[in-house]
Nanobody
Framework: VQLQASGGGLVQAGGSLRLSCAAS????????MGWFRQAPGKEREFVAA?????????HYDDSVKGRFTISRDNAKNTVYLQMNSLKPEDTAVYYC?????????????????????WGQGTLVTVSS
C-alpha cells in the first residue's frame, strides 16, 4: 500500500483544514487507517484512527476529540481528517498510516509501531 497525504497549509487559529490521504491498491478497505502528527523536536503522536471496511469505529486522542473527524471513502481509496477549531499547538507534520488486518486483536492502535505503511506527511501550521 502506498499512501499520499495532502491538504496541509497555513491557517489562523480557529480555522479549519481537511487533510486527505490517497492509497494505492485494491485492498484499501481491509486496512484500518490512522493519522499521526509530529511537531518540531517532538515524537510522532497518535491523532485518530478509523476501522477497516465501512469505518464504523473511530478513536481519537483526547487533545483533538470534538474538533477533528476522521472518515474514509473506500470507493476513492481515501481517508480524510477534518480539522476544526484549530489551535497553534496543532502545528505539526501530519502523517497517514495503514494498519494491516493481521495485526493483533484490536482494530486500532495508538502506537506508531503498529502501523505498516506511511505517507510522506503534510505540514499544518496554525498561527495565533
Amino acid at each position: 500500500v502506498q499512501l499520499q497525504a495532502s491538504g496541509g497549509g497555513l491557517v489562523q487559529a480557529g480555522g479549519s483544514l481537511r487533510l486527505s490521504c490517497a492509497a494505492s491498491g485494491r485492498t484499501f478497505s481491509r486496512y484500518a487507517m490512522g493519522w499521526f502528527r509530529q511537531a518540531p523536536g517532538k515524537e510522532r503522536e497518535f491523532v485518530a484512527a478509523i476501522s477497516w471496511s465501512t469505518g464504523s469505529s473511530t478513536h481519537y486522542d483526547d487533545s483533538v476529540k470534538g474538533r477533528f473527524t476522521i472518515s474514509r471513502d473506500n470507493a476513492k481509496n481515501t481517508v480524510y481528517l477534518q480539522m476544526n477549531s484549530l489551535k497553534p499547538e496543532d502545528t505539526a507534520v501530519y502523517y497517514c498510516a495503514a494498519r494491516s488486518p493481521t495485526r493483533g486483536s484490536s482494530w486500532y492502535s495508538t502506537s506508531k509501531r503498529e502501523y505498516d505503511y506511511w505517507g510522506q506527511g503534510t505540514l499544518v501550521t496554525v498561527s495565533s
